[in-house]
């Protein structure tokens, strides 16, 4: 029995993601195999030969590798797919994007979000916004799987010694071609892997508020900047600081929710965070229930107090 994980890089290193995978691929038992297809990508294999547990690298290189398209990867991943019991993807965007197909091609159901791993056929996932916990057991030949990666622990990036095969890349699809991409440089955190976030809500009233309340916060701590749905739909904040079930789901040391109400779906995205502090001044808001300190306080006055303090 063997888990294969589609690893996510940059052509040169292997992404944290990666590392929560490798994790839950080793609680299914057996070997671990990772997968790192694209172009020129031979330090990023080097990378995940490194990750402790890991036995074997499987190295795909191919110009039509090089972003990661979900036809081609889906096609390299089915290439070799027979010789594995487990197939794990993050459950990130891009592992959401392919997994699917190739659990489709394989005629098998996909296992979505796992947050832990029962035994070699038997997995937990969070439905209903994370308010309830599915023990799910599947009978397919091959387990086609999505991991939450906050519920994991990320394997050592150093320690491995794994062997590093090279595998011939499976042909282009042709049926998508990389145009182009405007990345946003930011001096701050990404995200997902920030290990502080602070998050505004809706009761930040405009993006200027927002900016003007949230930025310095996040500049003392170091932080990662978040925002609710609310006040994503607002416009006080892009769509890409969006924390909860329809955005990113994030698990930091430390969350700090300013003007945030606390709806499910927004728990749902950071209630795994270690310490959460919430400042809201409705003594009634819901994300009261899952914070470790609550200060009950306008955040147009505590916001900047605590900046003060720091």
Known sequence: MTALVIAEHDNASIKGATLNTVTAAAACGGDVHVLVAGHNAAEAAKAAAAIAGVSKVIHAEGAHLAHGLAENVAAQVLAIASSYSHILFPATASGKNVAPRVAAKLDVAQISDITKVDSADTFERP???????????????????????????????????????????????????FEGNEIAKSERPELTAAKIIVSGGRALGSAEKFTEVMTPLADKLGAAIGASRAAVDAGYAPNDLQVGQTGKIVAPQLYIAAGISGAIQHLAGMKDSKVIVAINKDP?????????YGLEADLFTAVPEMVAAL
């Open 127 to 177: 439905i209903y916004a994370g308010n309830a916990i599915a023990t799910v057991q599947s009978a397919d030949a091959v387990k086609v799987i999505t991991v939450r990666t906050t519920g994991f622990d990320p394997a050592a990036a150093t320690g491995g010694s794994a062997a590093v095969e090279s595998a011939a890349a499976a042909a282009d699809s042709g049926k998508s071609t």
């Open 284 to 292: 009634e808001a819901p994300i009261f229930s899952v914070a470790d």
